[in-house]
């Protein structure tokens, strides 16, 4: 059974970069039918696409996001990664990673979620 | 402010048949599959419906969806307490390349 699990800081100083790892489990992340993505949910709002990576390491953001976003990949620890730099009060979130086709949304295969608090 | 368009609630009566609309546009839904999701409080989106109408195993078949043209609609029929929950719809969008969801609504349980 595949399982994906977040684990980083639970929280993360104004200005500076919020650093995230999804760990897989149970399955390849080197699938080539999967693309590995984050989604962030602010206290009490929606869900939001931050951005995806394929095992290759080719990458795709939100637009809205896309200046201050890198993901990256390491095949060999079976983790993927997100940096979110110059942080703010509207990046406290609750971050998940999940696994998704391409041209479709996320499927059935989510982490629990870490909640990252940006504050001083 | 969300690219798909959801009301923030909705509610029913225990057994009665509640349907949550979906509002796109010809980037997202009106051209690609759309996905379902519930979430309770303090968990992660877990999967309802994918490629408009197919439901995972475990899903009961009182969860149903459908399409048409740039909206999407998902009904719950026989409602219990049980499915009180926020509940998102989803599409790749081709104009982001990369998949987008509404706003999510809160389904309550009078």
């Known amino acids: 059974q595949l399982q994906l699990q977040e684990s980083g800081p639970g929280l993360v100083k104004p200005s500076e970069t919020l650093s995230l790892t999804c760990t897989v489990s149970g399955g390849s992340i080197s699938s080539s039918s999967y693309y590995w993505g984050w989604i962030r949910q602010p206290p009490g709002k929606g869900l939001e696409w931050i951005g995806s990576i394929y095992y290759s390491g080719s990458t795709y953001y939100n637009p809205s996001l896309k200046s201050r976003v890198t993901i990256s990949v390491d095949t060999s620890k079976k983790h993927f990664s997100l940096k979110l730099s110059s942080v703010t009060a509207a990046d406290t979130a609750v971050y998940y990673c999940?696994?998704?086709?391409?041209?479709?949304?996320?499927?059935?295969?989510w982490g629990q979620g870490t909640l990252v608090t940006v504050s001083s | 402010q969300s690219v798909l368009t959801q009301p923030p609630s909705a509610s029913g009566t225990p057994g009665q048949r509640v349907t949550i609309p979906c509002s796109g546009s010809?980037?997202?839904?009106?051209?690609?599959?759309v996905f379902w999701y519930q979430q309770f409080p303090g968990t992660a989106p877990k999967l309802l419906i994918y490629?408009?109408?197919q439901r995972p195993s475990g899903v009961p078949d009182r969860f149903s969806g459908s399409k048409s043209g740039t909206s999407a609609s998902l009904a719950i029929s026989g409602l219990r307490s049980g499915d009180e929950a926020d509940y998102y719809c989803?599409?790749?969008?081709?104009?982001?390349?990369?998949?987008?969801f509404g706003g999510g609504t809160k389904l309550t349980v009078l």
């Open positions: 999940a696994r998704h086709q391409w041209l479709l949304p996320f499927g059935d295969y």
């Open positions: 010809s980037s997202n839904i009106g051209s690609n599959f």
């Open positions: 989803a599409a790749w969008d081709d104009s982001l390349s990369g998949p987008v």
């Open positions: 490629r408009n109408n």
